[in-house]
């Protein structure tokens, strides 16, 4: 099994000194998605040695700043560098002419060509993207604007069960996404609030890390992965209790982790807190 997660963006709404926004650079056998693009997330690419031209795929779950700002920036980064291999792009309704609108507007052009795979709200799912080494399947989170969470499974190996990355970010808590995050080996979900502020979270429609934790008991995924930390938790040790307390196979997302598949389709960090 050949997967892996780099953290380049752990925090919610805007950056910290420790926490950029949302993004992660996942490799599936060698082919490299982008989940996520919050402003940034080009340096942080460049600071883990990570290739920015090796990204084939960018999914986009919402049009969020703190999920895609920094969209334009790396497709400008990437055209500027010389890049000519095409990059698949799947993101709400409405990103296309974003970008197409930016770039008209300040007279900047992409010299590569973008697939767009736009999503139209939908109440199930959707097949977004058939890989030769994944497949990626969106569906619709509760969120303040149209936002999809997505499955990516591998489709590599033909004896195993395919390893299922699930990614839920941002949503409020809601039992209509147990059936498309059910027995995921890794579930990440948002967990911007801790437990005491469960009237905020409803508000704003994201999760407390309670009810992160007990998404992912009841869907019966294998690990789960908190990310999308408010600002306001310095140190997150409540949160990951919290979501602890319904689910004991925790790992709380920091800036610069690597998470591999190391034995029996269980991720272990292997590389921490960037220094
Ligand atoms: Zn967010
Ligand atoms: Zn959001």
């Known amino acids: 099994m050949n997967f892996s997660i780099t953290i380049l963006g752990s925090g919610a709404a805007s950056p910290t000194g420790t926490r950029n926004c949302s993004a992660q650079a996942l490799n599936f056998h060698g082919s490299k998605l982008l989940i996520d693009c919050a402003e940034g997330t080009q340096n942080r690419i460049r600071r883990h040695r990570l290739k920015l031209q090796s990204f084939e795929t960018i999914l986009i779950s919402h049009l969020h700043g703190d999920h895609f700002f920094g969209l334009p920036g790396l497709l400008s980064t990437m055209h500027l560098c010389g890049r000519t291999e095409p990059v698949c792009i799947v993101a709400p309704q409405g990103a296309r002419e974003c970008i197409e609108t930016l770039f008209q507007l300040t007279g900047n052009h992409i010299s590569f060509a ?10 199930g ?13 969106a569906f619709p989170l509760d969120h303040t604007v149209p936002a999809y969470g997505f499955r990516i499974a591998d489709t590599m190996n033909s004896i195993e069960r395919p390893f299922t990355y699930a990614y839920c970010c941002d949503t409020a808590y809601t039992e209509a996404l147990l059936p498309h995050i059910a027995g995921a080996d890794l579930l990440c979900t948002e967990c911007t609030f801790a437990n005491e502020l469960a009237d905020l979270a409803l508000q704003r429609k994201h999760l407390t890390a309670g009810q992160a934790g007990l998404l992912a008991a009841k869907a019966s ?15 997150p040790d409540i949160l990951l209790q919290q979501a602890s307390a319904e689910f004991e196979n925790c790992i709380m997302a920091t800036d610069g982790m690597r998470l591999e598949v190391r034995s029996k389709r ?10």
Do not use: K, N
């Open 114 to 123: 973008i697939d767009w795979r736009e999503m139209a709200f939908a109440e």
């Open 125 to 137: 799912e959707q097949t977004v993207l058939e890989h030769r080494r994944y497949t990626v399947v």
């Open 221 to 235: 995924v294998g690990q789960l992965l908190l990310t999308h930390i408010s600002a306001r938790y310095r140190e």
């Open 266 to 275: 269980r991720v272990e960090a292997v590389q921490g807190i960037e220094g």
